[in-house]
């Protein structure tokens, strides 16, 4: 069974272009967190998704960020416009169970935006 | 506000010691807590969770953690360290009520087991 995967390992951008990061959840889980870490801090969310809805973005910054998780396909989480301060690894998760629960989200390995 | 605190930046112990890494938490409601332990540039690995019960948690890799309300803790440890075990670990909480599945990150301990 197949890990949380996550497209491409590294991004590199210059300021102003469009940066697309994707996350395909493990076989089975329906529910995908969005995380970002910046150099020197911990994880901080960003976006909780199940298929179609976004159920809580209160981590997302107002401008530039979006997410969506289509019925058909991965998790795409995009920054339009990127600026030197998205410079990051971001992280995705998913889980088997209802939001209600304790089930434990499962990490990808990560994307790391490098933004010049 | 719900936080989570780690102390300690790094904790340094001899392979063989027991090792002890910190984090006490604030959230309203019963909490859901976890660890997760990062290796160098990888995603993060669930070690543990406390949902309700047992105090005392185990998990993975011989780890395990105690719940203690009264000081609103979740130390994690383990008996015996290994120098694989080095690496940085984070404490998480999820709130019990709502609908939101996000996590509450701790700063990430690192820890160093020397031969």
């Known amino acids: 069974n197949a890990g949380v995967m996550q497209n491409p390992r590294h991004l590199v951008r210059r300021r102003g272009q469009e940066a697309r990061l994707r996350c395909s959840p493990m076989?089975?889980?329906?529910?995908v967190y969005w995380y970002r870490q910046l150099p020197e801090e911990g994880l901080k969310f960003m976006v909780y998704?199940?298929?179609?809805?976004?159920?809580?973005e209160s981590g997302m910054p107002k401008e530039r960020f979006s997410a969506e998780f289509p019925k058909e396909g991965p998790s795409i989480l995009r920054i339009q416009q990127v600026v030197r301060g998205d410079s990051a690894a971001y992280f995705c998760?998913?889980?088997?169970?209802?939001?209600?629960?304790?089930?434990?989200?499962?990490f990808g390995p990560g994307t790391r935006l490098t933004v010049l | 506000a719900q936080s989570v605190a780690q102390p300690e930046d790094q904790v340094n112990v001899a392979e063989g010691n027991p090792l002890t890494v910190k984090c006490t938490y604030s959230?309203?409601?019963?909490?859901?807590l976890f660890w997760y332990v990062q290796y160098p540039n990888r995603g993060l690995q669930f070690l543990l969770k406390?949902?309700?019960?047992?105090?005392l948690v185990k998990g993975s890799y011989g780890f395990e953690a105690e719940f203690n309300k009264s000081q609103t803790s979740f130390h994690l440890k383990k008996p015996s360290a290994l120098v694989s075990d080095s690496a940085l670990y984070f404490c998480?909480?999820?709130?019990?009520?709502?609908?939101?599945?996000?996590?509450?990150f701790g700063q990430g301990t690192t820890l160093q087991v020397k031969p």
């Open positions: 406390y949902i309700t019960g047992d105090n």
């Open positions: 076989k089975g889980h329906s529910h």
């Open positions: 959230v309203s409601g019963n909490p859901y």
């Open positions: 998760a998913s889980s088997f169970g209802l939001a209600g629960g304790g089930d434990e989200q499962f």
């Open positions: 998480a909480v999820r709130a019990y009520s709502g609908n939101t599945g996000k996590l509450i």
């Open positions: 998704l199940q298929k179609e809805n976004i159920i809580d």
